[in-house]
């Protein structure tokens, strides 16, 4: 038999706490699919979700982040039109200048009212509910 599995992935919510209102981090994907995107990208072989998680900001952020929590995990098979995904969202916190790296074309540091309307993936959907998490402590419903 062969089996197919979802690829694990991570997603990284990266808070500036030396900044005023908290902002997040996003970055300008170089790479297809284009736009904007939470900082993250696929769990190696033998690592653990949170060292990916830790390794993926560093590369395209070019900080070190603190995982404050484990936020949802995405496993929507069209989340991502190249292969399905699961993605296993962090909220972290992070403080300085940060600098596009890796595969990121651009950075960018938003408040809610700023994000851009070109997410890639389901990166919507992650940050509404991640804004609804934050400014009202209200875990969203699955499904």
């Known amino acids: 038999m062969n089996y197919r599995n979802p690829i694990p992935t991570v997603d990284i919510i990266i808070e500036l706490i030396d900044r005023p209102h908290r902002p997040i981090i996003l970055i300008e994907r170089?790479?297809?699919p284009f736009g904007w995107?939470?900082?993250?990208?696929?769990?190696?072989?033998?690592?653990?979700?949170?060292v990916a998680a830790r390794r993926e900001a560093l590369e395209e952020?070019?900080?070190?982040?603190e995982l404050i929590e484990q936020f949802l995990v995405y496993s929507n098979p069209e989340r991502d039109r190249r292969k399905h995904?699961?993605?296993?969202?962090?909220i972290a916190t992070a403080q300085g200048e940060a600098k596009a790296g890796d595969d990121a074309k651009n950075l960018g540091i938003f408040e809610p009212w700023q994000v851009?309307?070109?997410?890639?993936?389901?990166?919507?959907?992650?940050?509404?509910d991640y804004w609804l998490y934050r400014n009202n402590r209200i875990r969203p419903r699955l499904g």
């Open 61 to 65: 952020t070019s900080l070190e982040v």
């Open 85 to 90: 995904t699961i993605s296993i969202v962090f």
């Open 30 to 32: 170089q790479n297809s």
């Open 116 to 128: 851009p309307t070109n997410l890639c993936f389901d990166h919507d959907r992650i940050l509404y």
């Open 37 to 50: 995107a939470i900082p993250g990208g696929f769990v190696d072989y033998g690592e653990q979700v949170e």
